[in-house]
């Protein structure tokens, strides 16, 4: 394609080159925009600039005067890109949720509880090493005898009311090409946080462990391509999808979206000796025997393990078209986990107290299905 081409409103473009020249400018639009942004006006630049250029700022006419003429600026640069029609489906996206209910046992107060700190064992594959203090909070033997009251509420009868929203930028790019090839990528940037301090601590116990929750900003990819074979009438399609590295903590339900109690709540639960326990504590947890057991968790939203493993599949397809009588049929062969991928999906989450580096902990228990074959059959009518 010639330059002299690009400003035409008339006239056809071959789809591959089309493509092409997209690509290319988009690249050059982001390093123009890069030189001029830090060599002209010295300030920061990140692609995230193109979703929020200007913080505090509701309108343009908050601008200030150097502010201005920076926006112009960019825009007058952005014009001859827009011309030529270089285009790209992208979105900043900023999800919260309120009205978040408490349940609160009115026979216990926060002052009715015992802090009490143990060390965490040493293990390279906990956070710094192991090691660290872990502070819990046990309920007084007479608090525990008196019961419970339960009342529900809005939490802000407590306090102010949570922080908690994900925010992230989501791109998708869109291919038609020569012939029936259709190709799409897309990536998914951001992460969430979440925070109940200012009210968890009012309600019953006061541990304000895991009471905040900043997660680190991740990045899923995601991909798909398909392909019917002239006159064979075959369909060839393929998807891709790589998702982060997994975060091992404590899921509290007080903190996350949608995540209800489980019997299992932390990916490091720590068995401690009762007699442990109550050598630092002075007595027995309520309802504790001598011989039993105090679970202890060993990661939390501020010592969290994150995996230095990307979770990748791909999954492909192969289908024959047949058409009779205005319907038409797919006979079809799927391909999932194609590269026959083993990463694990459910871990081991006890850690053993007596055992070198808790034993089995985070041994894999399930891991992704094995590659497999399927054959199926579609009507469309």
Do not use: H
């Not at 939490?155 to 291919?175: H, K, L, M």
């Not at 090839?181 to 992460?191: D, E, I, N, V, W």
């Not at 304000?208 to 064979?232: I, K, Q």
């Not at 995540?259 to 007699?275: G, K, M, R, Y």
Request: aromatic residues 10%; proline residues 6%; contains cysteine.
């Amino acid at each position: 394609m010639r330059a002299s081409e690009l400003w035409k409103w008339q006239g056809r473009v071959n789809r591959t080159e089309y493509i092409r020249t997209g690509v290319v400018g988009i690249a050059v639009k982001l390093v123009l925009d890069y030189l001029v942004v830090t060599l002209f006006f010295s300030r920061d630049w990140t692609p995230l600039i193109y979703w929020r250029p200007f913080d505090m700022v509701e309108n343009v006419r908050q601008l200030s005067s150097a502010d201005a003429i920076y926006a112009a600026c960019m825009l007058l640069l952005a014009l001859p890109f827009v011309w030529i029609g270089v285009s790209m489906t992208a979105g900043y996206y900023r999800n919260w949720f309120g009205s978040f209910l408490v349940t609160d046992n009115t026979l216990v107060k926060p002052q009715d509880y015992e802090k009490w700190t143990v060390t965490a064992p040493s293990d390279p594959r906990l956070p710094g090493g192991g090691g660290y203090p872990i502070t819990m909070y046990t309920m007084t033997a007479a608090a525990a005898a008196r019961g419970a009251d339960n009342y529900v509420t809005f939490e802000t009868d407590y306090g102010p009311a949570r922080i908690n929203y994900w925010q992230g930028v989501d791109v998708t790019v869109n291919a038609r090409l020569k012939g029936s090839l259709t190709l799409q990528a897309g990536t998914t940037t951001g992460r969430a946080i979440n925070d109940t301090c200012a009210t968890i601590v009012k309600v019953d116990s006061p541990d304000a462990r895991n009471c905040r929750s900043v997660d680190p900003v991740e990045t899923t990819l995601r991909g798909s391509a398909s392909y019917t074979v002239p006159r064979l009438g075959v369909q060839v399609s393929a998807s891709l999808r790589s998702q982060p590295p997994r975060i091992f903590s404590t899921n509290n339900p007080t903190v996350f979206i949608g995540i209800q109690p489980t019997l299992n709540p932390s990916d490091a639960n720590w068995s401690v000796p009762n007699t442990v326990v109550q050598s630092i504590l002075g007595r027995l947890p309520p309802g504790g025997l001598p011989n039993g057991t105090t679970t202890v968790t060993l990661v939390d939203n501020a010592n969290k393990i994150i995996a230095d493993n990307r979770r990748t599949q791909i999954d492909m397809r192969f289908a024959k078209i047949v058409r009779f009588g205005g319907r038409r049929a797919d006979i079809g062969l799927d391909l999932q986990n194609l590269l026959n991928t083993n990463y694990g999906t459910v871990f081991e989450s006890q850690y053993d107290y007596v055992a070198a580096n808790g034993g089995t902990w985070l041994n894999p228990t399930t891991i992704l299905g094995p590659r497999f074959v399927r054959v199926n059959l579609t009507f469309n009518f």
